[in-house]
């Protein structure tokens, strides 16, 4: 979101590393907008529910242009869509949504070392240095990005392997909605934007991993949806576990719908989750 998203209160703690007065609109303030605040509060409250389950390991999965496999420390940027904002330091590697989900985990890092009120060390695997914040935290981070045009039952496999490779994970799923009404008459509704929009945000808040497994890739190019791929990568890694759905935030700011949800399994006296989604 850029510039966008941050709020005027509070610009050095809510917004991307790097950004400044340059991102900010034509006079220069921070703009601040409740939808876009509710949406980055969504995103952070799910990003806790991960990392208080107490995983192993947190994969983050994200559609890009093909299919690879980056460190936890791994570095991304916005400066291709004219932003000065980046997510960790170093050369920037990762595609816009581990850009994303990586600068979410360098928040969750930074708030995690504000809160003790003093150093603390992450997990043994991460490599200070090179992504601070993010390597405070307490597990194992993969960062793995999935082809946008991966079919299907592809998906599916991926997300049944990420599931299987740790006792305990959690799975970060970063992907779009629907964008299409962003290039036709913005505020007009497109009827068939807001029905694939609907049943994502139903399959999302049901955690139902079927619906989401039934996503039809012929519509990604039409709607413009970039999330169907790592959906599915989650309905994968879901699948055959019972598991408690809760729909965070849907908004559609700039006519392209964003929806936040968390998935867990429901905790028990014996035993606390084992995966979180």
């Known amino acids: 979101m850029g510039a966008a998203g941050l709020t005027a209160a509070r610009p050095a703690e809510g917004g991307l590393a790097g950004a400044g007065p340059a991102d900010a609109g034509q006079d220069g303030a921070w703009p601040a907008d409740a939808e876009l605040s509710g949406l980055r509060a969504s995103c952070a409250a799910a990003v806790a529910g991960l990392l208080a389950a107490g995983p192993d390991l947190l994969v983050v999965v994200g559609g890009a242009a093909c299919g690879a496999v980056y460190a936890g420390h791994a570095a991304g940027s916005l400066r291709d869509f004219g932003i000065t904002a980046a997510a960790g330091s170093g050369e920037p590697v990762l595609p816009l949504s581990l850009t994303a989900g990586a600068w979410l985990l360098d928040q969750a890092g930074e708030k995690r070392r504000r809160t003790a009120g003093r150093a603390l060390p992450g997990h043994p695997d991460g490599r200070p240095g090179t992504g601070?914040?993010?390597?405070?935290?307490?597990?194992?981070?993969?960062?793995?990005?999935?082809?946008?045009?991966?079919?299907?039952?592809?998906?599916?496999?991926?997300?049944?392997?990420?599931?299987?490779?740790?006792?305990?994970?959690?799975?970060?799923?970063?992907?779009?909605?629907?964008?299409?009404?962003?290039?036709?008459?913005?505020?007009?509704?497109?009827?068939?934007?807001?029905?694939?929009?609907?049943?994502?945000?139903?399959?999302?808040?049901?955690?139902?991993?079927?619906?989401?497994?039934?996503?039809?890739?012929?519509?990604?190019?039409?709607?413009?949806?970039?999330?169907?791929?790592?959906?599915?990568?989650l309905a994968g890694a879901a699948d055959g576990t019972a598991l408690r759905g809760h729909l965070r935030c849907a908004v559609a700011p700039y006519d392209v719908t964003y929806l936040v949800a968390s998935w867990a399994a429901p905790a028990t006296v014996a035993q606390a989750p084992k995966k979180s989604w």
């Open 132 to 233: 601070p914040a993010r390597c405070a935290l307490p597990c194992r981070l993969l960062l793995r990005a999935v082809a946008a045009d991966l079919p299907p039952a592809d998906c599916l496999r991926l997300g049944a392997e990420l599931a299987g490779l740790a006792p305990r994970v959690a799975l970060l799923a970063m992907g779009d909605a629907s964008a299409r009404k962003a290039v036709g008459v913005p505020g007009v509704a497109d009827p068939a934007a807001e029905r694939y929009d609907a049943e994502v945000a139903a399959a999302l808040s049901a955690a139902d991993p079927d619906r989401l497994a039934s996503l039809d890739p012929a519509l990604d190019g039409e709607l413009l949806v970039a999330g169907r791929a790592a959906w599915q990568v």
